[in-house]
């Protein structure tokens, strides 16, 4: 059982553990806004644009199960604060593309900086918080982390057109440093008085053992199909496909689709708020995931029916769409509670 932690400390390493994947989100997230402009500057293709988003996520999947080792191994705070380098290396490399393949490049090393920082959020808190409101301080962390999502929308939009987006990129590498430091004073792995043991390094062997007992746990391959879709459909929507949609479709330029694309992003933190306390209140994860599973297959058949609706109802449903889809928060929780 987690230590008991006092609210000031749990606070200080919720916001510390925030600040990371805020980035990552933001990282995530800030190409759909600025997509239109980066294929004309970098010529790319659409296709070399869809290549750059999605690099990002193959260097984040590829990533994850070392990752895992490292914080059994290492902890998550070293592994977090070692990857953050590459964090800071992305922001630079992107303000300083010069074509398609300097793009995908910094993307895969923004894939490789954020490969912790959701996990260091979900490994800490399971230390510092106990069970019965791991869920809803989880669903806090997420939400909190969509400052970042937020940020990346409007905020980048209109800092694009001010300053342009090479030297936005600029002013997020210091952000991301400074992020990085803060990071590795406040967090702690286990809360003061934790009596688990600390991490220790274990030979190739038990590392691939313990995997195999990992993918050998009841209900664990359902978890991770459900999560694969729960979370990739929101990714797909709001970090590549939404500014392209409302670029092309209505000629909205980056101003107007960062107000749009900020609706959404608030759409989906609040959402994830929504659904952090709905499996105490329901009874049945099962159930809360598969409403929230079937209420976003509804709204995303209605916008693939209609290939043009009205602008108003385009952004109410991708809106609705992101709202209703952050149920991803609660799989993460089921998965959790899995495993000792």
Sequence with gaps: MPASPTTGQLLRVLVALVSMSCLSQFFRVSQGVIAPELMRELSMSPQELGFAGGA???MLLAMQIPVGIWFDRHGAR???AALAIFIVACAVLVARAQSAGDLIVARTVMGLGCAASFMALVFVLSKWVEPARYTTVLSWGFGLSNIGTIAATAPMAWAASTIGWRNSFLCLAVISAAAAITFWTVVRDRPPGSTEPPARP??????????????RTPGLVPVLAMHTFASGTQLTVLAIWAGPY???LYGLDG???GKYLLLMGLAQVAGIFSYGPLDRL???RKKVIVSG???TITILAVLAVHTRPQLWLAVTLLTASLYLGSYSVVIVSQGRALFP
């Design 202 to 215: 274990e030979p190739l062997a038990a590392v691939l053992a313990g995997l195999m007992m990992v993918w």
């Design 78 to 80: 070293v592994t977090q």
């Design 293 to 295: 599973a079937l209420a």
């Design 282 to 284: 329901v009874g049945s």
């Design 246 to 248: 409302l670029n092309d």
């Design 56 to 58: 990002f996520f193959i």
């Design 255 to 257: 101003i107007a689709r």
